[in-house]
């Protein structure tokens, strides 16, 4: 229907202003069908790579060779996009104190939690970490960013990157 209105715009069949969509007509149609069926507007959720594709990249992360911030980048946020997780800083890394070998027996949300933080359109997540992403998160913390963490450990700095944009000597 758009397309046809607009050629007989073009052709001047029809007027300039005939058959034009009122302004913000997606809005309001789903406020419309929300008020309707009693059921709160919500986003689509499409995931961003197949489950094939996911075991894959998973696997990859043990090889030796890949960049410890790309593991803890995929680990802590494979769901969400990339450019917000690599904002995260440590205060937004929540820990609690646990014994590494404690992490499996541990309630789900003892283990602690990321806020990644959202930009303009694309919203923020809170992820509650699994014992595989606590693993991770200690390997970093102790890893390439001991030596942030002990200046920040030690009050000497307030904040750091997670993900330092130099390659750290690991």
């Known amino acids: 229907m758009a ?16 058959a034009r969509a009122p302004a913000q007509w997606r809005k309001a149609l789903k406020e419309e069908w929300a008020q309707r069926t009693g059921k709160p507007r919500t ?3 499409r995931a961003r790579h197949t489950v094939h594709e996911c075991r894959r990249i998973f696997a990859a992360m043990s090889d030796p060779r890949v960049d410890p911030r790309i593991r803890l980048a995929i680990e802590l946020a494979a ?7 690599l904002r995260c800083t440590r205060r937004m890394l929540v820990l609690s104190e646990i014994a590494p070998n404690e992490c499996e027996s541990a ?6 939690q990321i806020e990644i933080p959202g ?6 997540e809170v992820v509650v970490l699994t014992p595989e992403q606590r693993r991770t998160v200690d390997d970093a913390l102790a890893g390439y960013l001991a030596t942030y963490q002990a200046a920040w450990r030690a009050g000497q700095i307030e904040d750091y990157y997670l993900f330092r944009a130099r390659r750290c000597a690991c």
């Open 79 to 85: 769901k969400c996009r990339t450019g917000q997780v």
């Open 107 to 112: 309630p789900p949300t003892a283990l602690g």
């Open 3 to 18: 397309l046809l209105s607009a050629w007989l715009r073009e052709e001047h069949v029809i007027p300039p202003d005939a």
């Open 119 to 124: 930009a303009r359109k694309k919203h923020g």
């Open 43 to 45: 986003r689509p959720h």
